[in-house]
């Protein structure tokens, strides 16, 4: 939007006058709104900066939409810990296969053990539960439990022959857990 040099000036002084105002008192500074001559809301920050209010913040180009994985159970077995998964296609389309790496880590940051468990022909808004056991290491020995992998999915435009690294699990949103620390 194009303001004519009056209106700019109107503004600049304006806003100069109430930064003045409130730098003359230090006690009462704080986020202050107004609205200008045509009665778009202005926000004047108490660090000296000013935004308009309605303004939208710039979408994130890179933002893609996200199933979801969620570490719903853990078993305490003698000499082993197992984990229940669920995926939940909140796409817009079939994820017919992805098969991520779950890598359990000690409380050193050593790497105990990866393995991987595939969920496939999950239809958008279904949901698939798996399990995975991992043998030797207890529970409590398991400080994260890390998602990586899953380069070779089938959902949408990438399949087995899609050389874009990182994209397949760039759909799957991992939720936090009071279990262990779950993460990508």
């Excluded at 880590?105 to 698939?128: C, H, K, M, W």
Aim: proline share 4%; charged share 25%; glycine share 6%.
């Amino acid at each position: 939007m194009r303001f004519s040099a009056a209106k700019r000036a109107s503004l600049k002084s304006g806003l100069a006058l109430m930064a003045l105002t409130f730098a003359a008192l230090p006690a009462a500074r704080a986020d202050f709104e107004l609205s200008d001559a045509q009665g778009k809301r202005i926000l004047l920050k108490d660090d000296g900066t000013w935004r308009y209010v309605d303004a939208k913040p710039a979408a994130d180009a890179k933002a893609t939409p996200q199933a979801e994985l969620v570490l719903t159970r853990r078993i305490e077995a003698p000499g082993s810990c197992t984990f229940e998964f669920t995926v939940t296609n909140t796409l817009p389309y079939e994820i017919r296969n992805i098969v991520p790496d779950f890598t359990v880590t000690r409380a050193n940051g050593v790497v105990y053990l990866s393995q991987n468990v595939g969920f496939e022909l999950i239809r958008p808004g279904d949901s698939r539960w798996r399990q995975l056991r991992f043998d030797g290491i207890a529970c409590a020995d398991i400080a994260t439990l890390k998602v990586s992998g899953g380069d070779r999915c089938d959902m949408a435009e990438l399949n087995r022959f899609s050389e874009a690294k990182g994209e397949c699990l760039a759909r799957l949103h991992v939720r936090p857990s009071d279990l262990v620390k779950f993460e990508k």
